[in-house]
């Protein structure tokens, strides 16, 4: 099951980008075996700042036909990690090829996109920085992947 990350905005150089590619190259790595992957971020930007249902179309026309919507935002589901692994295994076992998870910008992902989501998930109560969702979400991923194959990685 291919992955991709859809996020409104871009993503410059540094430690935060640094830390998504490395936990995205090790999922890759781990999951590959696992009939997931590969991960890639697919970065939207409204250049026209016409607000969230223009970038709930460009997100749109940018995910994969057919593919699993996941948004990330706070109204979403709170998941243990070995619960989300369990979630992207019975989406790769129902024989899902896609799966779009889905960052909003600034002002959080319109509501037409959200309705339309499978899931969504919740890193907490509280508002995280777009760029922070993204690693976090990086390092869940491959934290799910070593889960689903047993490995040392996630201690309980």
Request: proline letters at 4%; glycine letters at 10%; aromatic letters at 6%.
């Amino acid at each position: 099951m291919r992955v991709s990350i859809l996020a409104v905005g871009r993503l410059r150089a540094g430690p935060e980008k640094s830390l998504i590619d490395d936990y995205l190259t090790r999922f890759d790595r781990t999951g590959r075996a696992l009939g997931l992957g590969p991960a890639r971020v697919i970065e939207v930007e409204d250049k026209k700042n016409a607000g969230m249902g223009a970038e709930a179309a460009l997100l749109r026309k940018a995910m994969p036909s057919g593919a699993v919507l996941c948004t990330l935002d706070e109204r979403g589901k709170q998941l243990s990690s070995p619960d989300f692994a369990d979630r992207l295994a019975n989406w790769r076992d129902t024989g899902r090829q896609d799966l779009a998870l889905v960052i909003g910008g600034a002002d959080g992902i319109d509501p037409g996109l959200r309705a339309e989501a499978d899931f969504s998930i919740s890193f907490g109560a509280m508002v995280w920085p777009h760029m922070l969702v993204r690693v976090m979400l990086a390092e869940q991923l491959y934290r799910a992947a070593t889960i689903l194959a047993g490995s040392p990685y996630h201690r309980v």
